[in-house]
């Protein structure tokens, strides 16, 4: 139903929104063609670099932003949505929008206080249709409190009609003195990762919401302006293929064509749909970013981590050294300090790709770089020189040890060897089609959910599904253990493809992880059980892609691979057993060329990349010769965060999409009067089975006669007729 209501909109706004489009388009190419002398300068002074910086997305950014500011005079108080706080993090810093006049930060939410009446009022915020409420409670508590107060709206990174139709509800939209859309759709991590920072795919894939490919159309429009045009397109996936007919359709219009005049800097752009491989995300990361990310949670290019003695000393050191990475202290906790994690940070650009078990040398190697040898007075000026470099590289090597401490006491546990065992055993396709032990286990001790819900997953992603049996057994059991709230769960994981049934027609699909295993070598450790096999997998020395999770080669860095050499059209056979749609559209090369320039691919992941998957794709990028590639994605993820999207969404305490709408509810509400109806059947059943006198299994009071064989509740029945017969 949503998907018509989603074409009433479309039909009856799509003029409207081309003519808002169009208008704002020159402000955007006037802002991003001041940025492109700079691209043709660094291309020039480095001709022999064939990388491409996605620095220069976190410039036009910054400009965009900077330039919506400015269109308004005097100071200015910023009306946060808290989910853009972080990623604005990556763009500016408060002293730069202090220097835009911007006097006063808050976050959008119930009972925010404007404490300066002369200052403009600017909501920036995400068009989503729970806000109104709060614009609406601050701009009518503003407006008891001060005379005229000016308000402005903008919209990341673009406007919606039903969330301006949410206002007009709360007969806001007049108050309002400008409604703005600000065009930053991805943000720079590092000057290969672009991300959107949008966790919503799982549900965007189960409710059929398209609003996602249209934002992933238009940020792939705002790449061509900066980066021009890009001609070979290559897509893999359902929802890959969606977006590239998107993207076609605005490449058509008057405004894009212009871009062509360009000369491209991304050569050819290879787009994944999540769904095609779900189970790289469902395995444990054995990359030391990978394991920060699975313990501590990376957000936004930076980590918080419990406040140690050993940190607080390269704390204060980091004062007068931006390279550490250390950025503040938390506000919300003061026993959090808060890391940045870039290729910028000392040592940390090494450190960061090498499986953990390589962390340890690497780290005792930076550290006895740093002894002092010198000897002569030039060794000792030289020395001299060098002190504020090595006080970083001191300051980084300290932090980076203690960070692979705590994350050492984790992987040292039994709990976490036994669940990588457990992983192992579903990979490699052994005993995956009967109950594990393990995660029977995990649930009698509560284990938490989200642990427990991966490893169900990825069982049921290495089985191509479970038994009729035995999910229902995973599922009784689970939720007996941690609640019937998650009943709607299941129903989700269903959809999305994460956790379901075998049936007879899937059970020999030629798309089944076990033939897909095959095809493309995923695992190459496969004739043992152990966790780690150094000699086999060069931990330290690595010579393949599988080195990120120790044996297990992610799918998506393998067909980039082949994609390089031998090249997708020759293995067509095997990309069709993969699921989805393989699209391939070559067009016209227009780049600069150079002698020794590498072809810049960029890939995207729909749906999220964990940071193993791209730790294989810079691994790729220093072992092949002909390209160089780089990385975007709709966000940052692992396993928990996938999953955990969900349950927050069957838990129904999730972020109000346009999508919800009244026939849904009365789906779930269904569901629950279904489950009523059913078990009050069986209790009726039961009652009259078990009561009933006339039952004919029972002895006729005639007869008398009573088997021996029958249970003692029939047998006490039968007393009681025999006695009444007497």
């Known amino acids: 139903m949503h998907a018509v209501i989603f074409k009433l909109f479309k039909d009856r706004y799509s003029l409207r929104r081309q003519c808002f489009f169009e208008s704002c388009y020159s402000q955007l190419k006037t802002l991003i063609c001041s940025c492109l002398p700079k691209i043709m300068m660094d291309a020039s002074a480095d001709s022999s670099s064939s990388n491409v910086s996605f620095s220069t997305v976190k410039e036009v950014s910054r400009k965009l932003l900077f330039s919506a500011l400015d269109k308004w005079s005097g100071s ?24 835009h006049q911007v006097v006063q930060m808050l976050l959008l939410r119930l009972g925010s206080v404007v404490s300066d009446p002369s ?12 806000y109104a409420a709060v614009v609406a409670d601050i701009v009518h508590s503003t407006l008891k409190q001060f005379d005229n107060p000016r308000f402005h709206l903008i919209f990341v990174p673009q406007r919606s009609v039903i969330c301006e139709y949410e206002l007009k509800r709360y007969d806001i939209i007049k108050k309002l003195s400008s409604i703005e859309q600000l065009p930053i759709y991805f943000y720079a991590w590092d000057d290969d990762l672009i991300s959107m920072e949008n966790e919503w795919f799982p549900h965007a894939t189960a409710s059929g919401d398209y609003n996602m490919i249209s934002m992933i159309s238009r940020g792939l429009i705002h790449l061509e302006e900066i980066y021009g045009p890009i001609n070979n397109i290559y897509c893999k996936g359902n929802m890959a293929k969606d977006i590239y007919d998107a993207w076609s359709l605005q490449r058509q219009t008057d405004s894009w064509r212009t871009l062509t005049a360009f000369d491209s800097y991304i050569d050819s752009i290879i787009i994944f749909d999540r769904s095609i491989d779900y189970v790289t995300p469902m395995v444990t990361q054995l990359t030391y970013e990978g394991l920060i990310d699975e313990i501590f949670g ?15 000393d390269i704390e ?38 090498l499986n953990f078990h390589a962390v340890g040398s690497t780290l005792s190697k930076s550290i006895k770089e740093q002894r002092h040898t010198a000897n002569s007075v030039r060794e000792y000026k030289e020395f001299v020189k060098k002190l504020p470099t090595l006080q970083a590289s001191r300051s980084a090597a300290a932090l980076h040890t203690s960070v692979a401490e705590l994350i050492k006491e984790v992987i040292a546990s039994d709990e976490f060897s036994n669940t990588l065992s457990c992983e192992r055993e579903f990979l490699n396709c052994i005993d995956s089609n009967s109950l594990s032990t393990f995660i029977e286990q995990c649930i009698n001790k509560k284990e938490p959910m989200l ?30 253990s941690y609640g019937y709230q998650y009943l709607l769960l299941f129903v989700e994981l269903e ?55 120790s044996g ?71 072992q092949e010769t002909s390209s160089h590639f780089l990385v975007a994605t709709t966000s940052v993820t692992t396993g928990e965060r996938l999953l955990e999207c969900l349950a927050k969404v069957s838990e129904n305490i999730a972020i109000e999409l346009p999508s919800e709408s009244w026939f849904e509810l009365l789906v779930r509400v269904g569901i629950y009067i279904s489950a009523a109806f059913q078990l009050v059947c069986f209790v009726v059943l039961f009652y009259s089975h078990y009561r009933s006198p006339a039952s004919s299994e029972y002895t006729t009071p005639s007869t008398g006669n009573c088997s021996a064989t029958r249970t003692p509740h029939r047998k006490m029945q039968c007393r009681f007729f025999k006695k009444k017969n007497k």
């Open 451 to 480: 642990k427990v819900l991966r490893l169900m997953c990825l069982q049921s992603l290495t089985n191509a599904g479970l038994k009729t049996k035995l999910y229902d057994q995973y599922r009784r059991e689970f939720l007996q």
């Open 552 to 622: 297990y080669a992610p799918l998506i860095p393998r067909l980039c691979q082949q994609w390089a050499k031998p090249g997708w059209t020759e293995i067509m056979d095997s990309l069709s057993k993969v699921p989805g749609i393989t699209k391939l559209a070559a067009g016209d090369e227009r780049r600069i060329k150079s002698k020794n320039r590498r072809n810049i691919v960029l890939v995207l992941f729909v749906g999220g990349v964990t940071s193993a998957e791209v730790s294989a794709l810079r691994f790729l990028s220093s």
């Open 298 to 312: 990376i957000k936004c290019a930076s980590v918080k981590i419990q406040k140690m003695e050993s940190l607080e």
């Open 119 to 130: 200052s403009r009022i600017v909501f920036l915020m995400h068009p989503k249709m729970r």
């Open 76 to 99: 200015k108080t910023l009306v946060w949505d808290v989910d853009l706080m972080n990623p604005f993090n990556l763009i500016t810093g408060f002293k730069e929008l202090q220097d």
């Open 495 to 549: 959809k999305v493809g994460l956790f379901t049934k075998n049936s007879t027609d899937n059970r020999n699909q030629a798309s089944s992880y076990p033939n897909i295993r095959k095809l493309f070598d995923l695992i190459i450790d496969n004739h043992t059980n152990e966790l780690f096999n150094h000699e086999i997998l060069h931990i330290k020395e690595p010579n393949d892609v599988s080195y990120v999770y």
């Open 316 to 353: 204060e050191a980091n004062k007068s050294h931006d390279s550490v990475g250390i950025l503040s202290t938390s506000s919300g906790s003061q026993d959090r300090i808060q890391i940045s994690l870039n290729s910028k940070q000392c040592l940390y650009s090494e450190l960061r790709d």
